[in-house]
């Protein structure tokens, strides 16, 4: 089976210009996660959906920032008036149960450039 | 908040040398602990976790165990190749959170023929 893919795989985008990147989890996953990974530092969580349910959203870093996942499936993060300082990879995961001990499994990720 | 201080790289060793990357937590309660790696140009991938004081998790030669006490988890190979070469994070999930985890900044190792 797919694992967890992302599109696009990069993004260049202008500053001001808003952006939307894709996930889609393995099918049948319940959990959906959003982090985000700038240059030399770990994932840093964002958001989080149960199904289709925004549980957690206590990482985005303003309300520039906007996460859905209407059907409980596929999610896209959406980033309005871009600044530099967005510039990072942005990284989805999805785990089969809400527990935490449950795998996650991380797509490729989305690597966002503003200019 | 919750925070994981993994050791600073990056670690270049020689094939068959032992391996030990440090990371430390600072988490309430009682954490579940992960060790994930990232080979090159490949997504994250888990490779160990551990899920309450004790437990040792392993994986392909790769071995950590939770230290509460220490508050450690520490990954451990005895042998390593040059396959192995890619970076390494620590990372934990706090009960209370749903699965959200706490990352460390990665360690990149390097294994040399």
């Known amino acids: 089976g797919a694992g967890v893919s992302q599109s696009p795989r990069y993004k260049v985008a202008k500053r001001g210009q808003d952006v939307a990147l894709r996930c889609d989890p393995i099918?049948?996953?319940?959990?959906l996660f959003w982090y985000q990974q700038a240059l030399g530092q770990g994932p840093e969580f964002l958001t989080y959906f149960q199904n289709e349910a925004q549980l957690d959203k206590s990482g985005l870093p303003s309300d520039r920032f906007f996460a859905e996942r209407p059907e409980g499936s596929v999610s896209t993060l959406k980033i309005q008036r871009t600044q530099q300082e967005d510039s990072a990879v942005y990284l989805c995961?999805?785990?089969?149960?809400?527990?935490?001990?449950?795998?996650?499994?991380f797509g490729p990720g989305t690597r966002l450039t503003v200019l | 908040g919750d925070s994981v201080t993994q050791m600073e790289g990056p670690v270049t060793l020689s094939e068959e040398a032992f391996l030990t990357i440090n990371c430390t937590y600072t988490?309430?309660?009682?954490?579940?602990l992960f060790w994930y790696v990232q080979y090159p140009g490949e997504g994250l991938q888990l490779l160990l976790k551990?899920?309450?004081?004790?437990d040792k998790g392993s994986n392909k030669g790769f071995e950590a165990t939770y230290r509460k006490e220490t508050t450690s988890f520490h990954l451990e190979k005895g042998s390593v190749q040059v396959s192995d070469s890619a970076v390494y994070f620590c990372a934990l999930s706090r009960n209370t959170n749903a699965g959200k985890s706490t990352f460390g900044d990665g360690t990149t190792l390097t294994v040399k023929p």
């Open positions: 551990a899920t309450k004081a004790d």
């Open positions: 988490a309430t309660g009682y954490p579940s």
């Open positions: 099918s049948g996953h319940v959990s």
């Open positions: 995961a999805s785990s089969l149960e809400a527990a935490v001990t449950d795998t996650q499994y």
